[in-house]
């Protein structure tokens, strides 16, 4: 499989082609360039190309040849003296009436041929950019840079999408009868960011492994390194290999079917300690599995904490390979956004990083770059309403993004939206066994059709129950989120089949006990101790928060419960800013006074009798304030 700046970035589309009447080739030559506002045009050539080809590996095996018309345009903005490379393909002939926007991978904004070829293979007029950003991902030349940094983060991609479609227009006489995104990790991202930011660029997004989570991902991503600084000398990676496989013999038969897959890790209870005094070969030589080597495995699967034991980001699961994320001198994106971005220190050597170091990171990260950066806002709203479609796949073994951050995700859609009805009809997860990271891993790989289910949804309004994942000698139809692929007790468990998406409720049951999968996922794979209760009372859930182990689950609930009343109270400006205080403060982890202060006042602003949270008097922990005259919050620091 192929990666590109480590983060793998998938735009591989493939649909039969629909045959369409195409103008003549001196066309392509006398093509002109409208630049988008704010942008103006350095300089743009339009070529005809015959057999273009991409010999790479491609995951639907369609990449030529083919004959096109290749659109180099290069815009700049201001006096930012940016260069911002766009290629667009435009299919000579057997143009199927849709543009396809590709994305990037790591700090690389596209994928270019590895991408387009296939695209237009397939029918699409297709584009990519280099978001005026080098293809090597080398961010000590661009991470100080405003216009660049923007570019990167989400303009570049929608500047590309306004000319690739005017650019289609202009050259096939008729404009894209629809529009389609297709992307993987930072792709991924950048799709779901054309959602949230430019509603209108595409009538449908396909976004795999989605890092929408830049911001802490990024610093979650070296605590498996880290925990190894903190506790000791590193664990030879055959130990974690050896710890991994061993959690999927204990957790492989959940599903009913012995294929060396985890379907659903949110149900494996499996914990290190239990194969202590395990011996292993490592390089030729036996060695045994310590307490220490569990409790490193242990500590990397239940997520980056801080020293108090409290929950900041989600941890990588069974059956995942370790080795990205474990080995020095830690992940590539991870030291690069240590070193620019947060300490403003090219090359700066952070592997011996310490953790109160590491949560220091991630707080500041949150807080200097969770508004530019992070891609995570639940509210689709303006996206549904123009009738917008979205499927999201995400591996469980992936080993640079954890899954979970796509579970929380769409829990948090899912509280907004009105639940699940409501949000299938725009939003859809599919969560795929034994898959790592954008295709790699045991299980099946990327999506047998890749945009045939979406295009099938947006245009002929059939919505995707399952999807079929290929390769590795094996098929599986992917069942949509929450439900999970169980096996029936017959025929060849390779055969798409015989896994046809039965709901197992307790499997369903367990991934939905708290919100965000909150019970399973953060930090334990059981339910949480002292967290809040769903049960509509804010002060109780505040409670919770205060009380609970692992205290970033239960400020979700109070923030997306009190999210859509505070919508309807007060706009979407100052909700979204209410909803949003805890990425400023404290990155959904410790709570200090101001912290209380603001949970307060947020009870204050959205309930009628905020003041029955006196019940708390006597039943708090001995660092809980007394309640029974509380004094009233500072809400004039909250609201505008």
Known sequence: MLLIGTFLALGIL????????????????SLTVTPPDGA????????ERYNV??????????AGSIDICDVEVFLTHGDAGDAVRFSIYLPLSGWNGRWQGTGGGGFAAGGFDFELVPAVTSGYSAGATDAGVNLAGDTDVWYNSTQLVENFVHLSFHEMTLIGKDLSEKFYGRKPEYSYWFGCSTGGRQGMSEAQRYPEDYDGIFAGAPAINWDRVTIADYWPLTVQNQDGEPVPICKLTAIGNASINSCDLLDGAADRL???????????NS??????????NVMTITDRDALVWNKIRNGFKDEYGNFLWY??????????????????????WIADFLLRHPGLDVSDIKQDELVDLFHRSVSEFGELWGTDNPDLSEYHARGGKILTWHGWADDIISPLGTVDYWQRVVDLAGGEEKTDEFYRVFMAPGLGHCGNGPGPQLPTDNLAPLVEWVENGKAPETILFSGNG?????????KELEYRGSGSVSDAAMSDGTVDDAAVTQSTTCRGIAGTARGSIKTQEGSGHDDGNYAHDCVGFMNSPYYGPTIENLEFECYSEARQAYGWRDARRLANLDRQHWGRGQMDWNQWDFCMALLLALTDDPWGIGYMDGKDDEDLPEFNDPPAPDVEHILP
């Open 474 to 482: 094996q098929s599986r139809n992917i069942c949509k989120f929450p």
């Open 262 to 272: 985890i379907s659903n890790p949110l149900k494996c209870e499996f914990d290190a």
């Open 53 to 62: 080809t991409y010999d790479g590996p491609t995951y639907n095996g369609v």
């Open 40 to 47: 103006s045009l350095i300089n743009s050539t339009a070529t």
């Open 315 to 336: 941890g990588l699961q069974p059956g995942t390979d370790y080795q990205i994320q474990a080995i020095q001198p830690g992940f590539l994106i991870s030291i690069q």
């Open 14 to 29: 493939f649909r039969t082609c629909v045959g369409s009447s195409i103008p003549g080739t001196t066309r392509c030559s």
């Open 275 to 284: 194969v202590v005094g395990m011996e292993v070969q490592c390089d030729g």
